[in-house]
């Protein structure tokens, strides 16, 4: 066979692929699946869901429940809260359901076929990676609530609520003219959309680069409403600055009650809250650091992320060495962005950082795990490394994390004479991987950025990331004129300026905390 034939044998083959992929895809496109949630029975603290479908090209069909949801990097096992599961044909005729695999349920039926699945989740776990539902509201991550065809990611998802209650708040589309009608382009948009219900409270909005911001919530408490609406105004417009780009037309953070954690998303954040005790000033300092954290996650994970972290496989643990970035400067950040909006001093923005530093070299797991190792391990040890088989052998990316982040930013800010900073590398990789080549970066990709913007190596600062070599405060904090100690009796350690620093020390400093 010649040369010439093998080429073109060749380029049909690709052509080929290419057609029967886009095909697919449109195919995808044009089947939609249509859910009914329904709370109208709280007494039970569970909820109903109905999938109404059709225009399927195949005759075998798994329908499947996610085993996690992205911003939380455990096995939920959400499959093991679908009580009663039935399928039926556009006559009511029940359609035999294969239980394939512990969240997988096999439909066979003829192609085209129009068709009903109708399953009963419980709902009585208070988490924001859950969902509960009791007598005054409910609160549903979408990953616990909806099946998916794999081969069918791509299509789009409309959505109604039944619910005993006055309000709804959600990321998703509302769909104009319905009440509690909402839709999505794909699985992956629905599933960053957790949904809440109940008689909810909506703070005042206000808007930043012409977009605008919501908080709505559920027993948010008695607190200076206006106060905290704008602080987060102020802190938003320096997130944005920071980036230079607002990728979403409106944002919302929803308030699901008093407990812990929050969950990062594309135009949303849902997120544990109560402000009953912002009137005092170490409680305030924590919400507002919690929430600016949440929020900067939308840069910051969601797309500025990690090769690994997008496209989902929902069905696994979805591995990365990069999760010490995802999370470990979302924390520095959620630091600088609330002192740079001027709601915090110096002095308050070093105590956080010292309190990191404590609880890392409190911790003789910073002896045994890097940081990519606590990435990658996270799914195991879980997210602040304590639920390992042994916890003294791990540690918190979220604690070593901000450190190292610290450290990169102030080797690039020396190397640079205060030129460049850790601010250019995101918004390097915001533009360039996220805008420009719409995907994630790898390892290297991320280091390259930073010694780009240093104009030089930092293979001394990138050991910190993948070893477990002490880190060298002494030398980085002093490019920003800054020192740590440490109290022999207490283990406690405090970063605080030095008696006496140079002209370019200040210049770090000051700008690094955004005062010029």
């Given at each position: ?27 995808s496109k ?67 359901l ?12 003829p ?57 709804v ?7 104009i ?11 992956d ?17 206000f ?73 005092q ?12 954290h ?28 990069q ?9 520095y ?26 609880n ?9 795990q ?63 991987y ?54 022999e ?28």
């Amino acid at each position: 066979m010649s040369n010439y034939l093998k080429i073109g044998l060749r380029l049909l083959i690709i052509g080929l692929f290419a057609v029967s992929v886009n095909t697919f895809a449109q195919t995808s496109k044009k089947i939609r699946f249509d859910y009914t949630i329904d709370f109208g029975m709280p007494q039970n603290q569970s909820f109903t869901v109905v999938l109404r479908s059709e225009g399927f090209p195949q005759d075998t069909l798994d329908f499947t429940m996610p085993q996690w949801m992205p911003g939380y990097y455990q096995i939920m096992s959400y499959a093991k809260q679908v009580n009663t599961i039935e399928a039926k044909d556009a006559k009511g005729k029940i359609l035999k359901l294969h239980k394939k695999a512990e969240n997988i349920w096999q439909l066979i039926l003829p192609k085209n076929t129009p068709f009903s699945i109708k399953y009963s989740v419980t709902a009585k776990r208070n988490f924001v990676a859950a969902a509960i539902v009791d007598s005054a509201h409910a609160y549903v991550v979408t990953t616990a609530a909806f099946l998916y065809v794999p081969e069918f990611l791509h299509s789009p998802v409309k959505i109604k609520v039944k619910t005993p209650w006055k309000d709804v708040a959600t990321g998703l589309t509302p769909v104009i003219g319905k009440k509690h009608e909402f839709m999505a382009s794909d699985f992956d948009i629905l599933y960053d959309c957790p949904i809440l219900s109940g008689n909810l409270e909506e703070l005042p909005s206000f808007e930043v680069g012409g977009k605008k911001h919501r908080f709505v919530g559920y027993k948010m408490g008695q607190f200076d409403k206006v106060r905290l609406m704008s602080q987060l105004q102020k802190i938003i417009e320096q997130a944005t600055s920071l980036v230079g780009d607002i990728p979403y037309q409106e944002y919302t953070f929803i308030g699901i009650g008093p407990g812990n954690g929050g969950i990062e998303h594309l135009n949303n954040t849902t997120v544990s809250f109560t402000g009953e005790n912002l009137s005092q000033r170490e409680v305030e300092i924590k919400i507002l650091n919690f929430l600016t954290h949440e929020y900067f996650h939308h840069y910051n994970v969601k797309r500025i992320r990690p090769f690994e972290l997008g496209p989902f496989d929902y069905s696994q643990m979805n591995h990365t060495n990069q999760l010490w970035i995802s999370e470990g400067l979302t924390v520095y950040y959620e630091y600088l962005l609330v002192k740079r909006a001027g709601l915090i001093s110096e002095s308050e923005v070093l105590t956080n950082l010292s309190r990191n530093i404590t609880n890392i070299q409190n911790n003789p797991g910073r002896l045994h795990q890097s940081l990519t190792q606590a990435s990658y391990d996270t799914w195991k040890d879980g997210p602040f490394g304590t639920s390992g088989k042994d916890a003294s052998k791990s540690i918190s990316y979220y604690e070593k994390g901000p450190l190292v982040g610290w450290i990169v930013d102030l080797a690039i800010r020396n190397a640079s004479n205060n030129q460049k900073s850790l601010d250019d590398v995101m918004r390097y990789l915001y533009h360039y991987y996220y805008k420009k080549l719409k995907r994630g970066f790898t390892d290297a990709e991320f280091r390259q950025a930073c010694e780009t913007i240093a104009g030089q190596s930092l293979s001394a600062e990138f050991e910190y990331i993948y070893n477990t070599k002490e880190l060298d405060y002494s030398t980085y904090l002093g490019y920003a004129g800054l020192e740590v100690s440490v109290d022999e009796t207490t283990h406690k350690w405090t970063v605080s300026r030095k008696v006496s620093i140079t002209p370019k020390q200040e210049a770090i400093l000051k700008s690094w905390l955004g005062s010029i």
